[in-house]
């Protein structure tokens, strides 16, 4: 069991996995990216946000 922990090769490949999932229609990694390229549209506040609000 501790050798399992102390293995980098299984947490790069657990961590690609979990970090490109869902695989299809195409990597939530990809998604993201091109979303931010785009302008990120789509994360405005509810209400106007203020300072004291959070």
């Keep these: ?3 399992n922990l102390n293995n980098w090769k ?3 490949v657990v961590s690609l ?9 195409e990597p939530h990694i990809v998604g ?3 979303w931010i390229m785009g302008g990120a549209v789509g994360m405005e506040c509810i209400k106007k946000c203020g300072a004291n609000d959070f």
């Design 1 to 3: 069991m501790k050798k």
């Design 17 to 25: 996995t979990l970090g490109l999932a869902p695989f299809v229609p």
């Design 32 to 34: 993201k990216v091109r």
């Design 10 to 12: 299984l947490w790069l």
